[in-house]
């Protein structure tokens, strides 16, 4: 069966907002991992902040945008990607662009970013890449037994035609503040890169060679006083071009399949610790709190709901998640 077809057949997430299965992805494992209340106010009680967070927001609309260059290879294309999905998110009555001077701020960075990643891969991955697939669901029922579904979003699945690194290849796409997040030993053992390789294999019964981390740092420089969206946005491309190794980071990294069996053994045990969570949904004294995670990356969004209670005034600041 060719690649493309046995991309298409992956299992769909449920979309009746009335059947809750209990799943864990990897970004909800990590909260799990990190913070079990935070897991719980999110898995459990379904509750995220009423208004959108601009780096998440940003995040979307960024993927639009490389999803669309590489299957057009146009840029006009790619940046009306970027504002058709800016629209949708603005259009939810939630998003943190809540300003003409935030969307048009907006606008200028991600056009920046997108001429720069252009200049620094876009062009050369054209000639190497043949794109199979992008923004592909998954969901894993029963999951290693434990009960849970294990469900994900691969950003894309590529095939490098030529060279050393020739294959299949998951690519993930990140947008950052600090790089320096990123090493390639935190990559080699991120719930993403190993969960996603599994997945590949387990839903569409291909088995890529490993992980192409794909990350830009957004712009450091701002818009400045009497200064239009368009010099904003020639002068971050300028600055894109002069300092690439300071925007952008991509690590190709091979994952053996020991790695996964490994990683397997150890994610098989958070599983059944998720599932004994999930059949004690009220008690509060297994969905335990971390506090030494509390003010990390910029603080927990559900402070307000741990330090001052389910009041009105603190669960005005939550609105109930009805998609994921």
Known sequence: MALTSMLKKGKAITKNPDIIIPHGSPSSLGNFLSCRRKAYWHLVRRLTMKKGRLSLEVGTMWHSGLDTWYAKKKIMPARRAIYKEMDKIIATGYSSLDSPWNIAFTRSMLNGMLFGYIDRYGKKDLKTWKWLATEKQFEILNFMGSGISFTGRIDGVIEILRGSNKGIWIVEHKTTKDLSYFSVESIKNSLQTLGY???????YGIEPKGIIWNAVRKPSKRLKKNQTNKEYCDEIREDYEARPDFYFYREQLIIPKKSIRAWESEIAMVFLDLAF???????????????????????C?????CNRGEKRSSLALYRKIEHE
């Open 197 to 203: 390789i599994k997945a590949a294999k387990e839903i």
């Open 277 to 299: 969570c999930f059949e004690n949904p009220d008690d509060l004294d297994i969905w335990y709190k971390n506090t030494s995670v509390c003010d990390m990356y910029g603080g």
């Open 301 to 305: 969004e559900f402070c307000a709901l």
